[in-house]
């Protein structure tokens, strides 16, 4: 049957609290003492031709695959084996070059031993997670990264949660490891995220700028009639203005309207412009467009490219 809950706030804060502590707590713990088998489960997985095999039970099996989902995408081709599944089949999955880091804090998980032994058989490097070096895991693994032995955040002392947090923050902290021997870069990253706000935020100028006829551009001396049309058919609310070809001007939209009087369209470009318009660099993020414009309080910045050559990125541009 089904208990009664009865809600407590006061309770219920000073738990949530006191599980973000204890794990914090234990994190840190962590942290100061790790060891060398680190360095060398990192060095070894560096070493494989194959991926990596990321593996664990129930919880340890949600965060198996996080992890292989990390390492996937910082430059460490990785794949979740479920343990269970592997005995029937998936053993297929991995192939010889490959490598597996198994998690099980107790390390004791009968689902995985027809997993170690296929790994151990054919030579594959096996990386444990486990607080329990003495276990069938850790007897079986060339790399035993021990937890320290803490009670769970749990108030029963019973939920994989200080254990899961730990074994979290080591494949986070392999992944990163790898990544940086790697040299994996923004770019890198980008290519394995187009989507999304992290593959937008890694965009740069040249991928979302105006380029050839889409630049709104005009001549030094051209009537304020040819400007007026080249504003309202780019639809960027701004002209360059150029000077044998050199960008030496901008005229926005808000310039055409504060200017308009009887003998305006007897006027020039170069009567109107304002002089030495803002521009970016090709290569500068998203982010850095939208700070400068920000600090520059416009909504276009132009792009010098070369031999006189333009682009032009807007504010709707970036996302």
Do not use: W
């Not at 006061?10 to 100061?32: M, P, Y």
């Amino acid at each position: 049957m089904k208990k009664q809950a009865r809600f407590d706030a006061k309770e219920a804060f000073r738990q949530g609290v006191d599980t973000i502590r204890q794990e914090g707590e234990a994190l840190l713990k962590l942290s100061c003492c790790l060891s060398n088998v680190f360095t060398e489960a990192v060095k070894a997985i560096l070493n494989i031709k194959g991926r990596v095999g990321v593996t664990g039970m129930g919880k340890s099996g949600h965060i198996a695959r996080k992890i292989a989902a990390t390492l996937a995408s910082t430059g460490t081709p990785a794949y979740f084996i479920h343990p269970a599944e592997a005995s029937h089949g998936d053993l297929g999955m991995m192939a010889p070059g490959d490598a597996l880091i198994a998690i099980s804090n107790s390390g004791n998980t009968a689902e995985l031993s027809d997993i170690l032994f296929y790994a151990q058989a054919h030579s594959l490097p096996v990386i444990a997670i486990t607080s329990n070096p003495n276990s069938p895991l850790g007897k079986h693994a060339d790399f035993s990264i021990v937890l320290p032995a803490i009670h769970e955040a749990c108030p029963i002392d019973c939920a994989p949660t200080t254990s899961t947090t730990m074994s979290l923050a080591i494949g986070d902290a392999l992944a990163m490891a790898l990544m940086q021997a790697r040299g994996f870069t923004p770019e890198d990253f980008k290519s394995f995220h187009p989507g999304g706000s992290l593959g937008q935020k890694l965009l740069r100028v040249r991928d979302i700028m105006h380029t050839g006829k889409e630049v709104p551009l005009c001549d030094v001396n051209d009537p304020m009639s040819l400007v007026i049309i080249e504003v309202s058919k780019k639809m960027l609310g701004c002209v360059g203005v150029a000077d044998h070809g050199k960008l030496v001007g901008i005229i926005t939209d808000g310039d055409i309207r504060r200017t308009m009087c009887p003998d305006f369209l007897s006027k020039k470009a170069g009567d109107l412009m304002t002089i030495s318009p803002f521009t970016i660099d090709v290569d500068a993020t998203i982010d850095e467009v939208r700070q400068s414009m920000r600090e520059k309080k416009v909504t276009s910045l132009f792009v010098l490219l070369g031999d006189n050559e333009l682009g032009i990125v807007h504010i709707h541009d970036l996302g």
